[in-house]
């Protein structure tokens, strides 16, 4: 399997061409654009000044028997291109390639793909003036900002990189049809250009023409690999993939997904698999997740880290991708070694089964979170790490069916909870943690030590006011699993809610400095018309003229509904004669406060008495 390596040099319009007829392609393997638009500025930078812009690292096929499948660089139309005779498979530098090609073409399409439209223009004065980094600059497509170097265009001070929408004199140019002309052509453009819009630059054609040849004339260096004639495909890739990870241990970080995608597909591609299709495909094979993916709460890494925990391995990243490629070269028959099974003692019979399974797990974790745990959205979860320990631990719960499973797992999420067990040490301490639970839950253990049963000794919720922090969260959890009533008609709670104040803040509020008044336990769940019913009302203007009368209409116990946000009859006693106007209108503050931490102290005891 003779491989040779050669060097040479793309000049900027060729790479441009070359991408648009699908001569270059990026391997199915790789993971899409994830520049943003500061970075792909900061490239243009680097060509505008002349700088070195890294290599690109190419292989060399045969498009008639490509080793692997491969997919267009990003934005480029997917209309069947023309016939070749050699195409190449970037392996390294797609980044680039793909911004280049963005930058220049101004496709309507996001940067990056869930981000905006974005334009690139350089501004002739300062490029002029060689401050090139204020030169190059960004604008939203359609923003302020853009209709001003749009009119800047017009005026002859700025030059856009791609093409922008819309009927525009002949005369308009852009940097790209510059850089596609041929000859001497590129001069005449400008310096019509120049003229049609009596840009006050025409009597600098000649510097502003030299300055922009780092540009026009950019040349990317490239390594071109190439296999010797009949070099089949299995020994390409296995030859490809660990130099594909190699080379992309550098420069925009690549997460632990996009390396077990290379990592894995020599083993995948013969039949017919491919991770990242997989995961493309996960919001419909697994609707269930469709909502968390959006919203960037179950990431690619996570069902990874899944499936290692319940095939015997280790989260860590120094192992997971080793510990994973024994897993799937044993379930694809690539190498010996028997079946793989779960500490629960399941057998997994092929890939698919076992990506089906961790996913699966991944549902269900995200639906319990939710419903059974109460954390209502992404942002009131307490520790996002949690759902990998626990999709593995369901996953033991429900191959093992044994008495007693999901108690034991609920008594392991809300000691975490409580206890701050994912502060850090998440890696080494979800490990530890799925393994102790599941000799409990198998019966091989006993309870482990750190589930003692029983409230944090010195639990002061008083001084929980951060509300990112587990502690925070896992009291909104609380509360609205009490049912979090609507406050003003006691009526079930909306699907949209707020966190706001009980004792509202204000400079007119004598509780407003209080060192408790951005405590938890002065906060609850609202919907947005309870909200603004409420207001900076005191408590007791808003109990007697809004909730009393709200309840009196729909005949619903006022009692209940307080229950439902944790607050007992004492608590709401003060709750109701809380009066900035009063002379002890602290002491009515920190006296709810106090009987409202009982309240809810004695709902964590519940969850922790397991």
Same mark, same amino acid.
């Given at each position: 399997?003779?491989?040779? %390596? ?107 793909? %869930? ?26 497509? /359609?923003?302020?900002?853009?209709? !001003? ?37 590129? *001069? ?87 991770? $990242? ?21 179950? #990431? ?66 995200? #639906?319990?979170?939710?419903? !059974? ?5 992404? +942002? ?29 797992? !609920?008594?392991?999420?809300?000691? =975490? ?28 253990? *006993? ?6 049963? =029983? ?18 969260? *896992? ?18 709670? *909306? ?22 008044? +951005? ?12 909200? %603004?019913? %409420? ?42 004669? /809380? ?14 406060? $106090? ?13 922790? =008495?397991?």
């Amino acid at each position: 399997m003779p491989l040779t %390596k050669g060097h040479t040099r793309l000049r900027l319009p060729d790479l441009l061409s070359r991408v648009s007829s699908h001569e270059f392609l990026i391997p199915e393997f790789q993971r899409d654009l994830v520049w943003k638009p500061e970075q792909v500025r900061e490239l243009l930078v680097s060509l505008v000044r002349g700088d070195f812009a890294g290599v690109i690292l190419l292989l060399e096929f045969n498009p008639t028997s490509p080793p692997f499948h491969h997919k267009a660089v990003y934005a480029v139309p997917s209309s069947p291109p023309p016939p070749l005779t050699h195409a190449y498979s970037v392996l390294d530098g797609q980044q680039r390639i793909s911004a280049l090609y963005y930058a220049f073409h101004h496709p309507n399409l996001p940067l990056p793909p %869930k981000g905006k439209v974005v334009r690139f223009f350089l501004k002739l004065d300062p490029f002029l003036k060689g401050d090139f980094d204020e030169a190059v600059v960004v604008e939203r497509n /359609g923003s302020p900002g853009f209709k !001003d170097l749009v009119d800047e265009w017009y005026r002859g001070e700025a030059l856009p990189f791609g093409p922008i929408s819309g009927p525009h004199p002949p005369h308009l140019i852009t940097l790209y049809d510059l850089l596609m002309a041929p000859g001497p052509s590129a *001069g005449s453009l400008l310096d019509a250009y120049l003229s049609g819009t009596s840009s006050p630059y025409a009597p600098s054609f000649g510097k502003l023409f030299g300055s922009l040849n780092s540009l026009l004339h950019y040349d990317l260096d490239a390594v071109v690999l190439s296999f010797s004639p009949g070099t089949g495909s299995s020994a390409i890739v296995s030859a490809i993939s660990p130099v594909f990870v190699n080379v992309n241990s550098k420069g925009t970080k690549l997460t632990l997904f996009d390396l077990a995608v290379a990592h894995l597909f020599p083993l995948l591609h013969p039949i017919g698999l491919n991770l $990242r299709s997989l995961w493309n495909r996960l919001p419909t094979t697994h609707p269930g997740l469709a909502g968390p993916i959006s919203k960037d709460f179950v #990431e690619p890494d996570d069902i990874l880290r899944v499936m290692a925990m319940i095939t015997g391995g280790s989260v860590k990243k120094a192992t997971l991708l080793n510990h994973l490629h024994g897993v799937v070269s044993r379930l694809t028959g690539a190498s010996p070694g028997g079946p793989v099974t779960s500490p629960a003692g399941h057998s997994f019979s092929s890939f698919l089964d076992l990506w089906d399974e961790a996913a699966s797990c991944l549902e269900e974790a995200y #639906e319990r979170i939710v419903k !059974d745990y109460g954390a209502l959205g992404p +942002e009131w979860i307490p520790y996002g790490a949690m759902i990998v320990p626990l999709a593995a631990l369901i996953h033991v719960e429900r191959r093992s069916g044994a008495p007693g499973a999901r108690d034991k797992v !609920d008594c392991w999420y809300w000691h =975490s909870v409580f206890y701050e067990r994912y502060e850090k040490s998440v890696d080494t301490t979800a490990m530890a943690d799925f393994r102790a639970v599941t000799s409990w839950i198998l019966g091989r253990g *006993g309870k482990p030590s750190w589930l003692p049963g =029983s409230v944090p000794p010195g639990m002061d919720l008083k001084t929980v006011v951060d509300r990112k922090s587990a502690l925070y969260s *896992g009291v909104l959890n609380l509360i609205a699993l009490a049912g979090a009533r609507n406050l003003v008609y006691g009526s079930p709670r *909306g699907s949209s809610l707020q966190i706001d104040h009980l004792f509202p803040k204000g400079r007119s509020k004598p509780w407003a400095t209080h060192p408790w008044m +951005e405590s938890v336990l002065n906060a609850t769940l609202l919907d947005e018309s309870t909200n %603004k019913a %409420k207001g900076k009302k005191d408590p007791s203007d808003f109990y007697h003229a809004d909730v009393l009368p709200g309840h009196g209409q729909t005949g619903a116990s006022v009692r209940d509904t307080f229950g439902s946000h944790l607050i007992s009859p004492a608590a709401e006693s003060s709750f109701a004669h /809380g009066s900035s106007g009063a002379p002890n209108s602290v002491a009515i503050f920190e006296d709810f406060i $106090r009987e409202r931490e009982k309240d809810v102290l004695a709902e964590i005891a519940k969850k922790l =008495s397991c």
